[in-house]
């Protein structure tokens, strides 16, 4: 098993059969994982479940990737950028 040890070592996948094979012959280092994470700040989060696609994660996968960032938190900044987003709009009232 080959062990990643920087970002910048991952390939850019053709289709997620290619993913798959790469994933079945390497790892990432754990230090890398660890300097990846997210520190959360002090409030207190919740754990919700979310079924995706299998072809949908693995793209949002691939994009957090390109951005050295875990899927996780790349959702919730997708999720708190559309939240005010919508809350600048005006509200219709119908």
């Not at 079924?51 to 960032?69: Q, T």
């Not at 708190?80 to 987003?85: H, M, T």
Request: negative net charge.
């Amino acid at each position: 098993m080959k062990i990643i040890t920087a970002w910048t070592d991952l390939p850019d996948f053709e289709d997620v059969h290619t993913e798959a094979n790469f994933w079945d012959e390497h790892q990432l280092d754990s230090k890398l994982m660890a300097a990846s994470v997210h520190e959360s700040d002090s409030r207190e989060s919740t754990t919700i479940t979310l079924r995706f696609d299998p072809r949908m994660l693995s793209r949002i996968k691939r994009i957090a990737r390109s951005r050295y960032l875990n899927y996780q938190s790349m959702l919730k900044q997708w999720l708190a950028e559309r939240l005010e987003d919508e809350a600048t709009k005006p509200s219709r009232k119908e």
